[in-house]
């Protein structure tokens, strides 16, 4: 019974990872010369234990630092340029988005006489969470992260 509810999962998952292996390799194939922006290296030095552990690129992990933004954007374009030049990427979006686009739910947990579940309808950032008094009751919406922010990543 439970192998019989996996199978279409699971089909679908490998059928998915096979369309991507088949594309990737055909990519490969004819894959221009990627030209990456330098990354700034700095003299950061740990020492741990007695041992001397460099960090050159310790300036990275500042998120919101305009260096390491100006980084992001630059790595960007590179990946970008590349991604939307190969062919098969309109169809393999397409494909992905129609086996990805449908609700999934969390696991339901009860607390303070409340009951609590997070659902994420197949195309959100992120799962909105749910909060109702009651199994019968309707669910009324706690805490939707994907409105934090205009691109729906602030979690």
Same mark, same amino acid.
């Given at each position: ?49 007695? *041992? !001397?552990? #460099?960090?050159?690129? $310790?300036?990275?992990?500042?998120? =919101?630092? %305009?260096?390491? /933004? ?17 062919? *098969? !990427?309109? #169809?393999?979006?397409? $494909?992905?988005?129609?086996?990805? =686009?449908? %609700?999934?739910? /969390? ?49």
């Amino acid at each position: 019974m439970l192998l019989n509810r996996l199978r279409p999962i699971w089909h679908r998952c490998f059928c998915s990872l096979t369309l991507v292996i088949g594309l990737a390799t055909a990519a490969a194939a004819q894959a221009p010369t990627l030209v990456y922006p330098t990354t700034q290296a700095g003299d950061v030095v740990d020492h741990y234990h007695g *041992a !001397r552990v #460099p960090d050159p690129y $310790r300036w990275l992990e500042d998120t =919101n630092s %305009p260096q390491t /933004g100006a980084w992001v954007t630059a790595q960007n374009e590179v990946t970008f340029r590349y991604l939307e030049a190969l062919p *098969a !990427r309109a #169809p393999l979006q397409a $494909r992905l988005t129609r086996l990805w =686009n449908y %609700p999934k739910y /969390g696991t339901p947990f009860r607390e303070g006489g409340l009951y609590f579940f997070s659902k994420y309808d197949g195309l959100q950032n992120q799962s909105v969470l749910y909060v109702q008094p009651s199994l019968v009751a309707e669910p009324s919406v706690l805490l939707d992260p994907n409105t934090l922010a205009a691109d729906g990543t602030v979690a």
